[in-house]
């Protein structure tokens, strides 16, 4: 069983920059790849970026690339999601999740493990 809990959610201006954080309790954390999604109202839980269990390999959505990162910590069961130049469509629940497999996964289905969800808000 794998608990995880994002934060670092908030209100920011188009432009601004916010990092999530997704600490990670339970099974181990450091041979999981790790993923975020984001879900907007009315639209079904999209992809945004991965990272592999060591960390040597990333995935990124096209809308995300050059401007978020994706990061993680081993030694501190957490992963992070650098967002820069954000953008009033980047608003949206983003969601932690943890999969079973140590490879980058880009699809929901690959991850069994799920975050309660961190609220972005971009403002223009």
């Known amino acids: 069983q794998v608990q995880l809990v994002e934060s670092g959610g908030g209100l920011v201006q188009a432009g601004g920059s916010l990092r999530l954080s997704c600490a990670a309790s339970?099974?181990?954390?450091?041979?999981?790849?790790m993923g975020w999604f984001r879900q907007a109202p009315g639209k079904e839980r999209e992809f945004v970026a991965a990272?592999?269990?060591?960390?040597?390999?990333?995935s990124y959505a096209d809308f995300v690339k050059g401007r978020f990162t994706i990061s993680r910590d081993n030694a501190k069961n957490t992963v992070y999601l650098r967002m820069n130049s954000l953008k009033p469509e980047d608003t949206a629940v983003y969601y932690c999740?943890?999969?079973?497999?140590?490879?980058?996964?880009?699809?929901?289905?690959?991850?069994?493990?799920w975050g309660q969800g961190t609220q972005v808000t971009v403002s223009s």
């Open positions: 999740a943890a999969s079973a497999l140590g490879l980058v996964r880009t699809t929901p289905s690959g991850y069994g493990y």
């Open positions: 339970g099974r181990t954390f450091s041979r999981s790849a």
């Open positions: 990272i592999s269990w060591s960390g040597s390999s990333t």
